[in-house]
C-alpha cells in the first residue's frame, strides 16, 4: 500500500530510488513517480501503472548527477490512478514536492481554504493539499513550514518532503503510516516505507514513532517530536534479513519461493524456543509476568486476513490444551464494537506486517481497557512490536508476494508454542503431553519439507481440469476449517476466481444449493476425530454431482473411491493437520493462478500492508 523512497548521498540518486521501488512493488499500487534535483530546479517523473512504465519514460534521465531526490508506488484512493494524481505533488510554484501515504481525512476543507487563497490544484488526491499548505506556510524556513503544515492535518501519513531551497535536506514525518532510515556512513541516507527497499545499501535503521520529524541530510539524521518540539535521540537498530532473502533466487514468482521456504521458516520459528528434551518453551520476548498469567480468564484474539484465519486455529488449540476461553475478532469490526474488556483479558494481535492500520486501532483500544496486549508479528521493530508489551516474533524472513503464504504457516507455528506455553503455565497438561505436542510441532517442518515439490507437480497436473472455474467451495471441519477459509482466500486473491470456505457441516444450511457439475468442491479430509462426519458431508456433494477434490491421509483409500482427484498427505499428528493441509491449498492457488496467467505476486487492488482503514 503505498510506498515511499527518498535518498540524499553521494550516489546518483535514480538508480537508487528505482531500486527501492521495485523492493517495495509487492506492497501493490497502481501509479509511480520520482523527482530530482538537477542544477537547483526539480525534476518529475510520474506515471500509471507498473515501475517499467517509468523506467520507460525516465531513460535518459538516469544518468542524471543528482543525489536527492523522492520516489513513490502510489495505491489509489483519493482520485483514479492516473499520472495527474500519482506522486509525487508540487505546490504553485512546483519548488516544494511531497510523497505522502495514508489518508489526510480533513483534505476537502483544506483545499477549499487554499483555492480561496488562490492555491491552483492539478489533482484529485488528498496529497497535494499539504504540498500547498507548506507552500503558504513557508518563508524561508522548510522545517518550520512542514511543522505547521502537519499540525493542521487529520489521518494517517508519513510524508516525505524536499524543497529546491533547501537542496541537501529531506524531510521526514510519520504519523500512523510506517516510515524507516536507512544509515550508512558510505552511501549516505535513506528513507522507505519498509526495509527492502533499504537492504541492498544498509542493514542499519531507525524507525520512526508518530508524530516524529527527521531532517535529513548525507551525513546527518536530526529527529525530533512534533507533540513537545524535543530533539529524541534514536537507536539504530541492525536488521539481520539481507538483500538476496528479499529476491526470487529462480523461483518464478515469490509466492512460490515463499511456498517452498516454510520447513525453514517454520524451523526458524519454533528452534530455541522450546526444549526438544522436556517440552518446555522459552517465550522471554512475550513479557508476560506469571501473575499476568494467572490473572488471565480470557484471550481475545483480533486480526485480518489470513492473520485472522491463524487465530481461528489457535483459538482450537488454546481451548483444547490450556484450557482458556478464546474469541477471535475482525479487527475492523472489533475496533468499533462495544467491547467488554477488562484487565482479565489478554489481547492478542495478529500481523504479518505489524502495521494493518485495523489491528493496530484494535490493539490500541484494548490497551486502553486494560488488557495486557502482546503481538504476534513478523517485522521487527513494527509499529505493533513498539506498542505491545510483549511479542512473539514469528521469524520468517521477508515476505515479498501479497497473498502470504510462509507468514501464514509461521503464525501457526508460533500460535503453537504459545498454547503450549499458556498449558505449561496453567498446569493443563501433563509434562509427558507437552513433550509429545512440542515433538509433533518440530518434527512438522520436515515432513512438509519431503512433500512440497510432489504436491507442486500432482498439483500442477490436477489443475488443467479446474483451472477455468469460475467457482469454488473449500471445506474442512474442526482444525482444519480455518484452513478451508485460508484455502478459498489465496485461491480469490490471486486468480480471481470466486471462491468461499465452509465449515463442512455448514453445507446443508445454505450453500449445497449451489452444488452442481461446475462447482468444484475442495473438501479436507483427513483422517482425524471428524473424518466419518467430514465423509458424510462429501458424500452429500457427491449425491448432487458435485466435482470434488479430496485432500486426505496416505493409505485411504475409501477416497479414491469417491473421486479421482485425491491428493494423499502423510499421517501426523491431528494437531498439525492445518500446517500440513496448508500446502496443497496454496499450491493449488498458485499454480491456478500461474495457469491463468495472473500476476501472481502482485494481485489486483491488493496492497501487501494495509496501513489505512
Ligand atoms: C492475504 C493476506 C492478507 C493479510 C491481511 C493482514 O494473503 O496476506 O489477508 O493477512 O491484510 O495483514 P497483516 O498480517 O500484515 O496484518
Not at 185 to 207: C, H, K, M, R, W
Not at 375 to 393: K, L, P, Q, W
Not at 471 to 491: S, V
Request: glycine residues 8%; aromatic residues 6%.
Amino acid at each position: 500500500m503505498c510506498g515511499i523512497v527518498g535518498y540524499c548521498g553521494p550516489k546518483r540518486v535514480l538508480p537508487v530510488i528505482l531500486e527501492g521501488l521495485k523492493r517495495l512493488e509487492y506492497r501493490g499500487y497502481d501509479s509511480a513517480g520520482v523527482v530530482y534535483l538537477e542544477d537547483g530546479k526539480l525534476v518529475k517523473h510520474r506515471s500509471k501503472g507498473k515501475l517499467s512504465n517509468l523506467e520507460a519514460i525516465i531513460d535518459d534521465a538516469i544518468i542524471t548527477p543528482s543525489h536527492i531526490g523522492l520516489g513513490h508506488t502510489r495505491w489509489a484512493t483519493h482520485g483514479a490512478p492516473t499520472t495527474e494524481n500519482a506522486h509525487p505533488h508540487s505546490d504553485c510554484t512546483g519548488d516544494i514536492v511531497v510523497v505522502h501515504n495514508g489518508i489526510i481525512e480533513n483534505y476537502h476543507s483544506l483545499r477549499e481554504e487554499l483555492k480561496a487563497k488562490g492555491h491552483t490544484f492539478t489533482s484529485e488526491t488528498d496529497t497535494e493539499v499539504l504540498a500547498h499548505l507548506i507552500e503558504d506556510n513557508l518563508e524561508n524556513d522548510l522545517v518550520e513550514a512542514v511543522k505547521k503544515a502537519v499540525a493542521l492535518l487529520d489521518g494517517s501519513f508519513a510524508i516525505g518532503v524536499l524543497w529546491a531551497g533547501m537542496p541537501d535536506t529531506l524531510i521526514a514525518v510519520r504519523n500512523q503510516s510506517p516510515l524507516v532510515l536507512g544509515v550508512s556512513a558510505a552511501s549516505g541516507t535513506f528513507l522507505a516505507s519498509d526495509i527492502p527497499a533499504l537492504l541492498p545499501y544498509t542493514n542499519e535503521v531507525i524507525f520512526l514513532n508518530d508524530m516524529e520529524m527527521a531532517v535529513l541530510t548525507s551525513e546527518s539524521q536530526d529527529i525530533f517530536s512534533l507533540v513537545d518540539g524535543k530533539t529524541i535521540e534514536k537507536k539504530i537498530e541492525t536488521i539481520k534479513w539481507n538483500a538476496a532473502m528479499a529476491e526470487k533466487a529462480g523461483y518464478k514468482h515469490f509466492m512460490l519461493k515463499e511456498i517452498y521456504e516454510q520447513p525453514q521458516a517454520i524451523t526458524n520459528t519454533v528452534s530455541g524456543r522450546i526444549n526438544p528434551e522436556t517440552g518446555e518453551v522459552n517465550l522471554p520476548e512475550l513479557n508476560l509476568s506469571a501473575s499476568d498469567l494467572e490473572n488471565i480468564d480470557r484471550i481475545i484474539f483480533v486480526a485480518c486476513g489470513t492473520s485472522l484465519h491463524s487465530a481461528l486455529v489457535a483459538k482450537y488449540w488454546i481451548e483444547k490444551y490450556a484450557h482458556i476461553p478464546v474469541e477471535v475478532d475482525i479487527a475492523s469490526e472489533f475496533r468499533y464494537r462495544h467491547l467488554l474488556i477488562n484487565e482479565r483479558v489478554l489481547t492478542v494481535s495478529l500481523s504479518q506486517s505489524g502495521e494493518t492500520a485495523d489491528t493496530l486501532a484494535g490493539m490500541r483500544i484494548a490497551k486502553g481497557l486494560g488488557s495486557k496486549v502482546i503481538t504476534i508479528c513478523n517485522v521487527v521493530g513494527s509499529t505493533m512490536t513498539r506498542e505491545a508489551d510483549g511479542t512473539i516474533y514469528t521469524h520468517a524472513g521477508p515476505e515479498i508476494g501479497v497473498a502470504s503464504t510462509k507468514a501464514f504457516t509461521s503464525q501457526l507455528a508460533a500460535l503453537f508454542l504459545l498454547t503450549l506455553f499458556l498449558a505449561e503455565q496453567r498446569n493443563t497438561l501433563s509434562g509427558e503431553e507437552r513433550l509429545k505436542l512440542g515433538k509433533d510441532l518440530i518434527d512438522i517442518a520436515g515432513v512438509i519439507e519431503k512433500e512440497i515439490p510432489r504436491l507442486q507437480e500432482e498439483i500442477g497436473t490436477l489443475i488443467e481440469s479446474y483451472y477455468d472455474a469460475r467457482d469454488f467451495l473449500f471445506i474442512g471441519r474442526g482444525l482444519n476449517f480455518p484452513i478451508a477459509l485460508e484455502g478459498a482466500l489465496k485461491l480469490k486473491e490471486i486468480s480471481y476466481i470466486h471462491a468461499e470456505g465452509y465449515a463442512s457441516g455448514e453445507l446443508k444450511h445454505g450453500p449445497i444449493a449451489l452444488i452442481d457439475k461446475d462447482m468444484p468442491v475442495l473438501a479436507l479430509v483427513p483422517q482425524d476425530d471428524v473424518y466419518q462426519k467430514s465423509i458424510s458431508n462429501v458424500e452429500e456433494i457427491r449425491a448432487r454431482q458435485g466435482r470434488i477434490i479430496l485432500i486426505g491421509t496416505e493409505g485411504d483409500a475409501h477416497l479414491s473411491n469417491i473421486t479421482e482427484d485425491v491428493i494423499y498427505l502423510p499421517k501426523v499428528a491431528d494437531v498439525m493437520n492445518p500446517i500440513l493441509y496448508t500446502i496443497p491449498a496454496q499450491l493449488l492457488s498458485y499454480e491456478i493462478a500461474s495457469r491463468r496467467g495472473c500476476d501472481v505476486d502482485q494481485p489486483r487492488n491488493l496492497a501487501k500492508s494495509v496501513t489505512v482503514e
